[in-house]
């Protein structure tokens, strides 16, 4: 399991290097969105407030243990929270773990910082 808080403390990548431990730490989420299975079922799973597995079972051409694996190894990322109701299994986005990621991506205050610095008078 990814520890968000751990996430949390780093700055963007254009401010600054990452540490090596940093780095461990995020990696696993980059490297669960790198699959394009996972990253269509991040982007489902991210675009209404809950699904359930049966939805997105559906919209592949996989097996249900193929999309439960990919589904897993996003929960174990920290990108998302299930919850078992009955016999099905809702999925919801970790709303902070994608605010992390998108300010780990962040460029635009290096961006200004850096077109401060380097223009001319």
């Given amino acids: 399991m990814v520890d968000l808080n ?3 403390c780093c700055p963007p990548l254009a401010a600054r290097p990452l540490e090596a431990e940093q780095a461990a730490l995020i990696a696993p989420m980059f ?7 996972r990253l269509r079922l991040m982007s489902m799973i991210a675009s209404v407030p809950e699904v359930c597995v049966c939805d997105l079972t559906a919209a592949f051409d996989l ?7 990919h589904l897993k190894v996003l ?8 919850e078992r109701r009955g016999t099905w299994v809702w999925y919801r986005v970790k709303p902070d773990a994608l605010r992390q990621l998108s300010a780990l991506l962040d460029v635009s205050s ?3 910082v850096r077109a401060r610095t380097t223009s001319r008078p």
Avoid: M
């Fill in 75 to 82: 929960r174990e990322a920290g990108l998302v929270d299930a």
């Fill in 110 to 112: 290096t961006t200004r």
């Fill in 63 to 69: 097996s249900g243990p193929t999309i439960s694996h």
């Fill in 6 to 8: 751990a996430v949390a």
């Fill in 31 to 37: 490297k669960a969105l790198g699959d394009p299975v």
